[in-house]
């Protein structure tokens, strides 16, 4: 079965294949500009992207959205948290935890979408709490996992390697969700 996944983010990508791939699930990567809505959740935003990328690809395709929520903060960033990454950087980040809760935690939703079908979608979370500094700035990883610590673990998620994170992550648990309904639906 090909599958379409439509984003520009090719770590994300390579997670999501590395868990679908031995279900003879072959990923196929598009990349195009969808607008982003700035709904207040990423089931929102994802089922909007994916009637989005349906309309131009007419294949069945994935699209995912993640956010990151702190407890401090009732729904923030959620999925505005690349923005708020881009507008606050690291120190902004840690200035709005200052003195405050730093317990966090991840949340992914995958829209599964076919012609003439109903978008499906499918979540997962990752709790933990955020660091007071910056594990490896350079990595070519996402910004959040340097300074995301698991429940359970003592090292951020940009410690951990592809095998280890596609055991506990939040995209991990969604994508599980998404490969049990396309194994029904074969």
């Not at 009637?51 to 131009?56: G, H, N, P, V």
């Not at 990454?85 to 829209?111: M, P, V």
């Not at 996992?145 to 592809?162: H, M, Q, S, T, Y």
Request: charged share 35%; proline share 5%.
């Amino acid at each position: 079965m090909n599958l379409y996944f439509v984003t520009g983010n090719k770590h994300k990508v390579r997670e999501i294949k590395e868990m679908l791939s031995p279900l003879g699930i072959k990923i196929i990567q598009k990349n195009f500009d969808i607008i982003e809505p700035d709904f207040g959740s990423i089931e929102k935003v994802a089922k909007s992207k994916a009637e989005q990328a349906l309309e131009k690809l007419k294949k069945p395709l994935i699209v995912e959205d993640t956010g990151i929520y702190f407890k401090a903060y009732k729904n923030f960033p959620g999925a505005l948290a690349k923005r708020i990454w881009i507008e606050l950087g690291f120190d902004g980040l840690f200035r709005l935890l200052k003195g405050k809760s730093r317990k966090a935690y991840f949340k992914s939703t995958i829209c599964y979408i076919a012609p003439g079908k109903k978008p499906k979608l499918f979540s997962g979370e990752l709790h933990g709490r955020i660091t007071d500094w910056v594990k490896k700035p350079r990595a070519d990883r996402l910004p959040y996992e340097k300074i995301f610590i698991p429940n359970g673990l003592r090292k951020a998620v940009v410690d951990l390697n592809l095998e280890e994170k596609n055991k506990i992550s939040h995209r991990a648990k969604a994508t599980k969700k998404l490969a049990d309904y396309l194994e029904r639906i074969k």
